[in-house]
């Protein structure tokens, strides 16, 4: 991964000329070639000291030649230089804000609403493929629980955050409940635990399996299987993908290998799952560019993501995966703009 070291390595001449290269292939996915730059700057540099320029970026890493035909294309490396070296991003323009004061204004009865709406409106404003993952169920704050009898020995077990989301598991029980029991359990649990973070609650519920009435310890011990289901199952949680058919037309993705590649590594909910926890790591802002993701089906492509927030301890990522070469400077912003319009919204559910 390239570094500040990066920047202070070129001279002046050296980052002009990268710079105007980076400039016009995010625009055309085109190589670049000296004549375009002599034009580019008014032709007070020669071709053929602009050609010596390009020769020394390729040494050192930061251009190919992809073909036998004249001009060079960005590196990874490039990108990365190019991205390090960013000003603070401006905020989003005119018509992206507009997206995200709607995003904002729009009543979300339910959180799952509010991803799938975050995940088309960053597909529809970046035209590129969007990703929106929930949180990790066990940082989230239990609400509240509900019981539902389904027969006479299953029961669905409901349990609700505090921001709305809903996980559910069905429980076998070997004996009959009758329903004031589940109503009790209900009132009980609901007072005892409202607020307090879904990994305490197992310790909180074994506590009170000391009780001793048969049903309650049976019920609870369910509960408590239901629990460690939910939040051992990471790769459940939903991921909200959209645009992905935005690709298709990306010059880096014409040859059908490569767009084939690509989808391939949309189906990888897990590894891609992992690959964006690095980013709710982190926190804030997050570029991995090409082989930086350390995933081969990546190796073409750029994510930047951004966290948002349900509460105090806990956090979501979303963000946009495209070419290397995106422009970064405009889809940072509204990635970044979304995250602040999602923990917005979600903390006035």
């Excluded at 002046?12 to 990268?18: F, Y």
């Excluded at 889809?331 to 006035?348: C, F, H, M, R």
Aim: hydrophobic share 40%; net charge neutral.
């Amino acid at each position: 991964m390239g570094t500040r070291a990066d920047i202070e390595t070129l001279n002046e001449r050296e980052k002009r000329v990268l710079e105007l290269i980076l400039h016009s292939y995010i625009a055309t996915a085109e190589p670049v070639g000296s004549r375009t730059l002599a034009r580019a700057l008014n032709n007070r540099w020669s071709s053929a000291t602009i050609r010596n320029i390009m020769a020394d970026l390729e040494e050192q890493g930061f251009l190919f030649k992809a073909h036998v035909v004249a001009g060079r294309i960005p590196t990874g490396r490039a990108f990365r230089y190019y991205v390090n070296s960013l000003l603070i991003p401006k905020g989003p323009g005119k018509r992206e804000l507009q997206a995200l004061e709607n995003l904002t204004r729009q009543r979300h009865p339910h959180v799952a609403g509010l991803m799938e709406d975050a995940s088309r409106m960053l597909a529809d404003l970046c035209k590129y493929t969007s990703i929106v993952v929930e949180p990790k169920v066990n940082t989230m704050l239990f609400k509240e629980i509900e019981f539902v009898k389904l027969s006479k020995n299953t029961v669905l077990v409901v349990f609700v955050t505090s921001s709305g989301m809903v996980h559910t598991r069905l429980v076998t029980t070997e004996e009959e409940l009758d329903l004031d029991f589940l109503h009790g359990m209900k009132a009980y649990m609901n007072e005892k635990c409202e607020g307090l973070p879904f990994y305490s609650l197992k310790r909180e519920i074994f506590e009170d399996l000391r009780r001793d009435r048969e049903a309650f310890r049976m019920l609870m011990a369910k509960v408590v299987e239901a629990l460690e289901g939910i939040m051992e199952g990471e790769g459940d949680r939903e991921v909200y993908l959209e645009g992905a058919s935005k690709m298709i037309g990306v010059p880096e993705f014409s040859d059908v290998s490569r767009l084939k590649e690509l989808f391939q590594a949309f189906e990888k909910k897990e590894k891609l799952l992992r690959l964006l926890e690095k980013s709710l790591e982190e926190g804030g802002i997050h570029v991995i560019i090409g082989a930086e993701s350390d995933l081969r089906e990546m190796r073409h492509m750029s994510i930047i993501t951004s966290t948002y927030k349900i509460d105090n301890s806990t956090n979501g990522v979303l963000g946009v995966i495209g070419p290397i070469r995106m422009n970064y400077s405009k889809i940072i912003p509204i990635v970044n703009g979304t995250a602040k319009a999602i923990t917005e919204v979600l903390s006035g559910m």
